[in-house]
């Protein structure tokens, strides 16, 4: 894993903070001693096996202690945010906040908008970035070293696709804790005790997100192999999409994106 040499900073040490926090130490990206986070309400238990590293309430201080800033606060926190990052990298998470407002909170930094997910934790989130005027391919480099302890990453061409990826991969389980509830009330309408289902839903969509993740294969040609299969679930699976399943799952994420467009802004 490749490690940062400069010193990090980390503005917001919530669920995705935190678990950013996790990954990056864990991995040794960073050196404790390196590394700073700034929140309101001082050092986290869950961090305490990092004893070097340098905690603060003061953004300012963390501001100029630190070469590169990670901000993972609300975004309606964040926007308001304001610091002189003149000759550092600044790279957020923050969902909405758009690489206009990074600079005018960062006033003369190089600027990164990112999404990462709680899924950090364990190495499993992707984060996508995108990089505004100035930033350089040492910095692509910071960025590629911070996001690969998390899970995977990649540098998109359009900023846009950060709003995407907010919808889509930014929450976890997100949208698909939502079709596992509904398999698992499924489940229980046929009588199936709700711990049994839980149990069976989590293995399922474990098993699945893992043959997912290895493969090369799009989804949508595990579909087709099983509706050539023309077995039980391809009878299930006609019923889907005559039903509509993707014109509503794009409506929800749609939903979503949208509401990216908004977040970051003044008026929230
Ligand atoms: N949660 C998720 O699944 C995901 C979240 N995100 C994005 O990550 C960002 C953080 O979200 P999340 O971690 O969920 O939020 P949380 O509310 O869980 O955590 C927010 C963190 O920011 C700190 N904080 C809040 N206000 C300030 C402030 N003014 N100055 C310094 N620290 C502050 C809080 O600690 P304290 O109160 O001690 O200051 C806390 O550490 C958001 O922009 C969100 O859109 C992106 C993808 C997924
Ligand atoms: O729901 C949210 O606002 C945050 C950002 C993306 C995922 N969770």
Known sequence: MDKIHGTLGLVGCGQLGAALASALLRAGVVEPGRMWIANRSGPLPTLADYPGLNWTREVPVLVEECDTLLLALPPAAGRKLRFNGAGRLVVSVMAGVDVEALNTISGGARVVRA???????????YSPWFA?????????????????????????PEESQIDVFTAIT????????????????????????????????????????????????PAADFVRDMVDYAGTTAAGLEALRAAGLTDVVAQGLEAARRRCLTIGTPEG
């Open 170 to 217: 930014g929450p976890v389980p997100g949208f698909v804790a939502a079709f596992a509830a509904s398999v698992q009330d499924y489940a229980n309408g046929q009588g199936v005790a709700p711990e049994v289902a839980r149990r069976a839903v989590g293995q399922l969509f474990h098993s699945a997100g893992a043959m997912l993740a290895t493969s090369e294969r």
């Open 132 to 156: 505004g005027a100035g930033v350089s391919e040492t910095d692509r480099a910071v960025v590629r070293a911070l996001f690969s302890a998390c899970g995977i990453t990649d540098e998109v």
């Open 115 to 125: 999404m990462s997910s709680p899924a950090a934790e364990t190495g499993m989130a």
